[in-house]
């Protein structure tokens, strides 16, 4: 066999091979991929921010965001992070007024949820990625488990733990419950710690090579589970930086604020300074961009945006 009829061989060989399965890998992707609004282009900024939503949906009621997660990735510095914004935050929702922020995905889905983040944050989030607390459960029983070192006792609704403290293993429903647990005193933002302790722990399962084999179901798992607007070039471009970042080093930090009632609804007032320092600090850092100027009283918090960005021009209720 001359040269040249082997390499026509081997590129026959190959084609038989990858088309398949780029073909099946296509298909995959039609069914996570969500197109969103048009929105403006963002070639060339250092950073990139997406929106992590966990999404809890009882049967034939709205969905509401139970998990919300801004990971931003700074491509000048290779820093990724984390950071949590508390569900019963009260914020502005455009067209709604003062509401908990989990609201907004059931008054207008994902486009709304984005916006009301936007807004509030004054910083814009280029992509999303969304799953429900059913997806979440299979993914990490897709990958086999994950290590955890749990942090506290998770005691159950009978009064009998669940889970020990500790390093273990956990399965898809023990790592749910562990990040649904907020009976203790430190409540949603303890349960908002968890979360993100089990998104490194998903990620560092991801990057071991016994996941290499799980990767078909992994994917027929996330096309049943996972909606994201985020391009394939896009994926893989965060997919690389997560592979190739230590996850230890990952910053993490959730929103501070103090819990309140308001007409016998419980709501998150947020610390506006603390928030203010977290997105100046995490998730603009190089851009340059001004902070925005504020208000303060004893009573509200008012923000002042300039022209033509998004404002939240309404008070925040303290008490």
């Known amino acids: 066999m001359t040269k040249l009829n082997r390499n ?3 590129v026959l060989i190959s084609a038989v091979i990858l088309l398949p399965l780029a073909t099946w890998l296509g298909y995959v992707w039609l069914r996570i991929y969500e197109r969103s609004p048009e929105r403006r282009p963002y070639d060339g900024e250092p950073i990139k921010n997406i929106l992590i939503l966990g999404i809890d949906q009882l049967d034939n009621e709205p969905s509401r965001a139970d998990s919300i997660i801004i990971l931003s990735k700074n491509t000048d510095s290779g820093d990724v992070s984390m950071v949590s914004i508390p569900r019963d935050s009260r914020v502005e929702i455009q067209g709604y007024g003062l509401d908990k922020i989990n609201h907004a995905m059931a008054l207008g889905g994902v486009d709304l949820m984005r916006s009301t983040v936007e807004q509030l944050m004054d910083v814009p989030l280029h992509y999303y990625v969304y799953t429900n607390f059913a997806g ?3 993914i990490i029983d897709t990958l086999g488990g994950v290590q955890v070192n749990v942090e506290r006792e998770i005691i159950g609704t009978n009064g009998i733990p669940i889970l020990e403290p500790g390093p273990q293993h956990l399965s898809g429903s023990q790592a749910l419950t ?21 998104l490194k722990a998903i990620a560092t399962r991801m ?5 290499i084999v799980r990767l078909p179901a992994l994917l027929e798992q996330l096309a049943d ?5 985020l391009p394939p070039a896009r994926l893989l471009s965060l997919g690389t930086t997560v ?10 930090v959730q929103l501070r604020g103090t819990s309140t009632l308001i007409d016998g609804i419980s709501y998150v007032i947020l610390d506006v300074d603390f928030l203010r320092q977290t997105v100046d600090r995490y998730i603009r850092r190089s851009t340059g961009k001004p902070q925005a100027s504020r208000k303060d009283s004893t009573c509200h918090r008012e923000f002042h945006r300039s022209p033509g960005k998004t404002v939240m021009d309404k008070q925040l209720q303290m008490w």
């Open 8 to 10: 026509k061989k081997i």
């Open 207 to 211: 990057m071991q090579p016994q996941s």
């Open 225 to 229: 589970d996972v909606r994201t607007d």
């Open 178 to 198: 562990y990040v649904r647990f907020r009976s203790d005193a430190k409540g949603d933002f303890g349960r908002m710690r968890r979360q993100q302790q089990i």
């Open 243 to 252: 592979a190739s970042q230590d996850i230890a080093e990952i910053n993490t």
């Open 136 to 138: 979440f459960e299979k």
